[in-house]
């Protein structure tokens, strides 16, 4: 039972680390809120842990990326998502009002946001206290995707038979993105106790 005088979070014990957390800590400084509620002095660490399944989920929007690259985004068509962007490269040579003209513009988003998706992806794995940054940024990358496909859509007069294979992958890329990046954002740094001489600093 708790003495009072040991670290405390919202007032109980907090458990303590497992081996395999106390191989990557960082000490939490005194008066560090948890849940809006200041935690008592004492050894209390931050865990630094990879977001493994956020991490899944951004590679996998990756993986739908290069699949609407290689797709056609037209039903029956023969135009890939990479001939397009070959467009948007030319288009854009020209102006941001040619890309915006000709709807090049939104290949080009899902083409690039999904090769951000991976980066960002790949850095989650990093063991940190916390990937709210990297969720934040996902996120608006994932939004900006969603933009381009919606604005995608409405080109075709939202006929779902209009778009092709491409078009459902990029979908696929912003639904993915967002999942992955809520799951960054949202996920607290696990905060615990470690024996002192096995803290190391971050």
Known sequence: MDDGTG?????FP???????????????PEGTAVAG?????????YVRRPDVVAGVLLLLAGVADGASVWLPWDRGGETTGLDLVARAVGAAREGAAELGRT???????VAVGGAVLVVLGLLVFRPARGHRVSG????????AVAAAVVARLADAGWDPRSPGW????AAAVAGLGVLGAMKAVLTAPRVTTAPAERLLVG
């Open 7 to 11: 670290p405390t979070i919202l007032g």
């Open 136 to 143: 934040v940024l996902a996120l608006g990358v994932a939004l």
């Open 14 to 28: 907090p458990d303590p680390a497992e081996d395999g957390d106390v191989e990557d800590v960082e000490p939490a």
């Open 37 to 45: 509620v200041a935690v008592g002095p004492g050894r209390l660490v």
């Open 166 to 169: 491409g078009v459902w992958c």
């Open 103 to 109: 709807g090049l513009w939104q290949p080009a988003t």
